[in-house]
């Protein structure tokens, strides 16, 4: 699969931001995106994984990074 255009400075730009992460919370993707929570969950494309039964949920920044770059399509 071909990699979408914007891809590579995403991750970039995340990496500077959150150095050394690999996963994300909720709240850093919130305050990153500039959109509220339940929004984002409700977009079914979005990366969320759910860890446990309390709503907690990590990101991976990979996936953050090419999420970010096709949703500006």
Do not use: H
């Amino acid at each position: 699969m071909r990699e979408p255009d914007g891809y590579r400075e995403q991750l970039e730009r995340l990496s500077e931001k959150f150095p050394g992460k690999e996963t994300l919370t909720m709240q850093e993707v919130c305050a990153v995106v500039g959109c509220y929570r339940r929004t984002l969950l409700a977009d079914k494309s979005f990366p969320a994984k759910r860890i446990g039964k309390k709503g907690v949920y990590s990101i991976s920044i990979v996936k953050l990074a090419w999420w970010m770059a096709t949703i500006n399509r």
